[in-house]
């Protein structure tokens, strides 16, 4: 685990951005009170951004601001904006990984773009064919990690065992105390269900489950998403985009028509008196800003995607996140898992 963690922000991404950007970053420095443990590389128009820093008041040891005076506009093509980018607070984020050594990286700009260049800058990690986006979901217990979200429609076997070594690599990061747990996300449980490309998957991770990275639980239907038996979810882009936004919708609902249920007459809103610390347990559970944040995988250093729309709270909890991959060297993790991949090619 490393001592001191840097973190390279992109400051001026997402919207509300620098405003909600340096608010949830002070949110982090009073929340972790030991200033020797990270270091933050913000990037930003120094113009727009140096007097809120000053007015936060972040300890002049814990950062330092890089002045970009471009910013990637959210109304470009991923393509145009990526010819555009160059120089710009997202670009030089990502690109201080090299330049810089920082440890990560974390923007809530265009995710497409954000692809792209992480990609272009940072390369491909040896013997990975498509890198993953990855995000977290709540669980009974805690929370799961549900791979590709729509990174790749389409997947190979070799693909899916990637991912699998690449999530399990990203779940030990985030809770280093707990086993990863991997399951693949099939239309049943049955061995015999799936496309062949899914058993195939199947076959290859059984035999990885030996390695000591992760234990394999299978296969898993949709509704076990959620389920604590399994923490590490394991698809296509295609099918995790839908199964995303699917959850997201259904969780909208639910939440749209509780409130509408619980405002409809008095005795209703005097129901809600009674059930205050259980409707607040239930809305804490399902809120979204604590799930902030898109890991890309694959590549030569972490990238974080935080929700472009989402508040000074969430982009928090997406900075947090990125502090706990960084102190778990997530790199390092992945790379140690791939070469059992490698291993048990060469024996099979």
């Known amino acids: 685990m490393k001592e001191k963690v840097k973190i390279s922000i992109d400051l001026m991404g997402g919207d509300d951005s620098p405003e909600k950007t340096l608010n949830g970053i002070h949110n982090f420095i009073k929340k972790n009170k030991n200033k020797n443990d990270y270091f933050f590389y913000l990037f930003g128009t120094k113009d727009k951004v140096e007097s809120k820093i000053e007015k936060l008041k972040f300890p002049k040891s814990c950062y330092k601001l890089i002045d970009t005076k471009l910013v990637v506009s959210n109304d470009l093509s991923p393509l145009a904006a990526v010819k555009k980018g160059k120089g710009s607070s997202m670009w030089e984020s990502i690109n201080s990984q090299i330049s810089l050594d920082s440890d990560i990286t974390l923007s809530a700009g265009n995710t497409g773009v954000l692809l792209i260049m992480s990609k272009m800058i940072l390369k491909t990690m040896d013997g990975i064919d498509k890198p993953a986006l990855a995000g977290l979901w709540p669980s009974d217990d805690s929370m799961n990690i549900v791979l590709d979200l729509g990174a790749n429609v389409e997947c190979g076997e070799k693909n899916l065992i990637d991912f699998s070594e690449m999530g399990a690599a990203l779940y030990h990061s985030i809770f280093p105390n707990k086993k990863a747990k991997v399951a693949l996300l099939n239309i049943g449980s049955e061995e015999l269900k ?80 009674f059930s205050y610390f259980s409707l607040k347990k239930f809305k804490n559970k399902l809120d979204p800003r604590k799930y902030n944040g898109a890991i890309f995988l694959g590549l030569n250093g972490p990238v974080v995607k935080s929700h472009g729309g989402i508040d000074a709270l969430g982009f928090y909890y997406s900075l947090e996140l990125c502090y706990k991959i960084a102190k778990g060297d997530l790199v390092k993790v992945i790379k140690k898992n791939l070469s059992h991949i490698k291993n048990i090619n060469e024996k099979t």
């Open 194 to 273: 799936g496309t062949e490309v899914l058993k195939n998957a199947y076959s290859k991770l059984k035999l990885l489950d030996g390695m000591g990275d992760f234990k394999f639980n299978g296969y898993i239907e949709g509704n076990q998403i959620t389920d604590a038996d399994s923490n590490v979810i394991v698809t296509d882009g295609f099918t995790g985009n839908v199964a995303l936004k699917t959850a997201e919708g259904v969780a909208n609902f639910l939440t749209k028509n509780l409130k509408k249920s619980l405002s409809e007459n008095i005795f209703a809103k005097l129901s809600t008196i």
